[in-house]
């Protein structure tokens, strides 16, 4: 099988037990505790996690995952995907549950940091949260609010772990770098716990008030610049540094991206099997993020000149990028 028919049907790890995240008693007193006709979307919450139950799946290896296919994806994350081998690999074979120590991948924007996100998530099959912290002004959004405030509800984590199938999805804290806000409500103030696995095993959304176990959570954060994160927060991470792929990498994702577009649609057959040299060269010269969008403006070109060839001049401009990955202690 290739390597594009690996990435398109990633293969998962299977799932070998049931884990309770939060206790059926505790959520029956805190709906009878709710007095009548108040308090609607907090009563249709505790009805929700009465109905859905408190048993999700858990992912649990049986043996390692075949990952060839993510190495060859996305050759400046190696040092990352050894990480994540290793750890599937502690587990293997045990009683213990899948435990990844939470990640921060940095680098510049286009590197591949929130598809690498997705493509584990794919990996392990567990669904995938996602927030982005650029966006955030207040604490809550990955807490909860207090029931008290109008419109209030509950936080990513508690939604990802009580409507999700899973007891340990994927979390993305995309840009945490960029998190900002009134000091009251500081965004990251509730991964301080979080990402602590005796305090995460007892997590309390401030707007459901039930304790619900996201000691389970695989967290992935994103930034470009570690500077402006709390200590506290790298200090209970794996930290490393992602660049761009160096030239000959960054030419293979290129044509191995033309190969995944050209067979994923009907229209593929119009072009050529194989991109020229000159025009891998010219991808070369892109951010991985910025590959897809490029491929499609020269099909897009080429199909309206008439060609089933994409040439240099079908691609838009592009800007140099270089680099490496290493891990930071």
């Given at each position: 099988?290739s390597?594009?028919a ?5 293969p998962?790890?299977?799932?070998a037990r ?16 709710l007095p ?9 919450t ?95 959004v ?10 209030a ?17 994927v ?5 945490i770098?960029k998190?900002?806000?009134?000091a ?17 095993s ?28 709390p ?22 994702i290129?044509?191995?991206?033309y ?20 025009v891998l ?15 499609m ?16 001049d ?14 930071m202690?």
């Open positions: 099988m390597s594009t690996l990435t398109c049907v990633a998962r790890i299977p799932v049931m884990r309770s995240i939060y206790r059926l008693e505790d959520v029956s007193k805190r709906l009878e505790k009548p006709k108040e308090h609607e979307s907090l009563r249709a505790y009805e929700r996690m009465l109905e859905k139950g408190e048993q999700r799946f858990q992912v649990k290896p049986s043996g390692l995952p075949v990952m060839d296919a993510l190495y060859d994806e996305m050759p400046n994350f190696h040092e990352v995907l050894d990480d994540v081998k290793r750890q599937i690999a502690l587990c293997d074979g045990s009683s213990d549950a899948l435990e990844i120590t939470p990640l921060l991948l940095l680098g510049p924007p286009g590197v591949g940091k929130t598809h690498f996100a997705r493509q584990l998530a794919e990996l392990l099959g567990t669904g995938m949260g996602f927030v982005s912290m650029s966006s955030l002004t207040a604490g809550w990955l807490s909860g609010a207090s029931s008290q405030w109008k419109g509800r509950a936080g990513k984590v508690f939604e990802a772990l009580v409507d999700g199938e899973y007891a340990n999805p979390m993305v804290v995309d840009e770098d998190a900002g806000g009134e009251a409500y500081d965004p990251l103030g509730s991964l301080y716990s979080l990402l602590e696995h005796d305090t995460a007892a997590f309390i959304d401030e707007f459901a008030e039930v304790a619900v176990d996201a000691s389970q959570v695989i967290w992935v954060a994103t930034a470009n610049d570690a500077r402006s994160i200590d506290p927060i790298l200090n209970r991470v794996n930290v490393f540094e992602v660049q761009a792929p160096d030239f000959d990498a960054a030419r293979a290129a044509r191995r991206l190969a995944s577009l050209r067979g994923s649609h009907d229209w593929g057959r119009r072009f050529d099997e194989h991109p020229s040299a000159a060269d010219r991808m070369a010269e892109l951010a991985p993020r910025e590959m897809r969008r490029a491929w403006t020269g099909f897009g070109n080429a199909r309206l000149a008439g060609r089933g060839t994409v040439l240099c079908d691609l838009p401009a592009g800007g140099p990028k270089k680099g490496r990955i290493g891990f202690q």
